[in-house]
């Protein structure tokens, strides 16, 4: 159906490294679904693009909720706004310290530290302090700050992240240097520490709010935009973007908010896996989200996941509301490659949807889980993707046939046996 001749109340749509999958609900109940590739270059657009598929009225579309990869692909390519931080005198390398304990890769004798998205220069210090008891030691000088301002100015900062010491307890400085900024720099978009973290870890506290701040503007930009293609469709409804932690937030502030978006997409599946759990019958439930980049598992004793106050993202410990889940390299475009020993490895590297698996015939030339699918007979290469995709044996064989000595079925075999 392409003609507008039907008219849903509610849409689900979320993106994801490959496709981008949708859902929508008629008043009475009935469920239709959609699929397009995702993409890359500019994500509304696949959005957009499912929906207009579908010939769905958007006209009586009453809530429209979206998961979104779009903050975390801006902090796993550190492809988000110029951000700068300002930070208590004496504390610039906090950020930069981080902790020093590790609780993974120990015997790593070349092991590198994670890194935080904004380089050192790009944090100023100011004169102030207040103390753990949220006493004030030494009041903001506003004109020594707002040099500090400038110098990140001068640099280009789109955003600025405000973390300073001991702010969770008494935020009167902080307030003070917002203001200061939104007064004198109201272009610039702020993410302030008591606000985004208002807990104790000064380190923890400072990089959630600069990830706040660093892909703040890049979510923002992509819900106007998305929000724009959808009035000029005519939809007049409730645009909600899915948190890390199952619920959802009013599109307008999800800029302000863009650190609890980390993992919109994948909390998105586990609500749903839920709703599906208890339509039947179900008291206890394993979940498992299998994309074409990743897959997620949750645990769910009594339909309760749980809720864990932080999220480890690249190596950051970002402190975030989040639904307790794991989290794998494995997915339809992860790469299958012989590691330096000559031992096969799928994964974590992916395709994507551009150039996608082999088979795809795009131009990728790794060979991936969907090409170890199609030659084991899995996929029918006419009827993938509802008949709107052909998928190429050859190119599948020629991608896997180098893995293995004994050809392209027995890689085929290997790289499933790994994934699975």
Known sequence: MKDGSFYPDRIGVEIGG????????????????????????????AVLGVIDDSGAALAGVRRLAHGSTVATNALLTRQGAATGLLTTQGFRDVLILARADRDHDIF????????????RRMIAEVSERIDARGEVITRLDKEAAWSAVQMLLDQGVEAIAISLLHAWRNPVNERILAALIRERAPEVVLSVSHEVSPEFREYERSLTTVVNAFVGPVVSRYVARLDQGLRTRSHGGVLQIMQSNGGTLPAPVAGDNAVRLLLSGP????????????????????TLDMGGTSTDVAIAPGLTVPIVPQLMIDGLPVRTATVDMATIGAGGGSIAALDPGGFLAVGPASAGAQPGPACYGQGGEGATVTDAQLIAGILRPARFFGGRMTLRPDLAEAALRPLDPEGAAAAADAVLRIVN
């Open 18 to 45: 490959t496709f981008t999958d949708m859902v929508m609900a008629l008043p009475d109940g009935t469920l239709l679904t959609g699929k397009t590739p995702s993409t890359p270059d500019a994500v509304e657009r």
């Open 108 to 119: 790593n004798m070349r092991y590198r530290h994670p890194q935080p998205p904004i380089r």
């Open 267 to 286: 909390a998105a599946g586990v609500r749903a896996a839920m709703w599906f759990a208890q339509r039947n019958g179900i008291s206890d439930a394993i």
